[in-house]
């Protein structure tokens, strides 16, 4: 995809603004990796982890009326790993350490999440008018 | 005693000059609790961007050496101080009060003793 080096950039500037962030991906909501931040990580393996989960989130808040998916947080022993919508077509997946700064997180996350929506909706808006 | 909610009120409302304050877990970065505030002062940013303040502190302090406690910090503007205290109690640990002032109105030594007072008060 066309977006995919900007998509990186953003992923690239979320790792440098947030401390303790290991890695960064963005993926489509049915699995593929459309860019990735990460070094300890496979990305193809957590892109269709993300989207199973993603899949479950949505039904969680569609059953309890809590409307459409936003994000998402896990925390393991060793640290975060967190999902926020980037609108309708992708996710943005971050992995922090347990020391992470989750305020931040937060707030980081979701910008880098809507200008990821707009990376991946522009790309797709320009694909199908050359389709 | 006073819950979370009550003394952040009460901080607002008795301390002269407030503008906004709030109740910060600085493990997380994530605010237990807010009053005041508003477009001008996003209380959840100050949150956030007050935790790094407080984590640099404790680790400069670690660095050098210093096996001492912090009270507050103090971080004076053009036209407002912004007080950090953070909490001693055995259930407090790992948490702060934020406290944003006006300077033009604001009385800095009693807006210390008050926080202190509320501090003390605070059951979270």
Redesign the interface.
Known sequence: MAAEPDVLEELRRLRARV?DVTGALAATSDGLVLAHDTATIEPEGVAALTAAALGVSQSLADATSRGAFRELLVRGQNGYVATYAAGPQAVLTVLAGQRT???????EARRSGARIADLVGGALARAEHHA | MANTQTALKEAMTTIEGSLGVAL?DYS????LGTVGGGKELDL??A???N??VV?AKVRTMEQLGLKDGIEDILITLDSQYHLIRLLKGRDSQGLFLYLALDKNRANLAMARHQLRKIEGDLEV
């Open positions: 401390a700064n989750i305020g931040r997180l937060h707030m | 910060v997380s970065g994530m605010a959840t940013v949150a956030a961007g935790t790094d984590r």
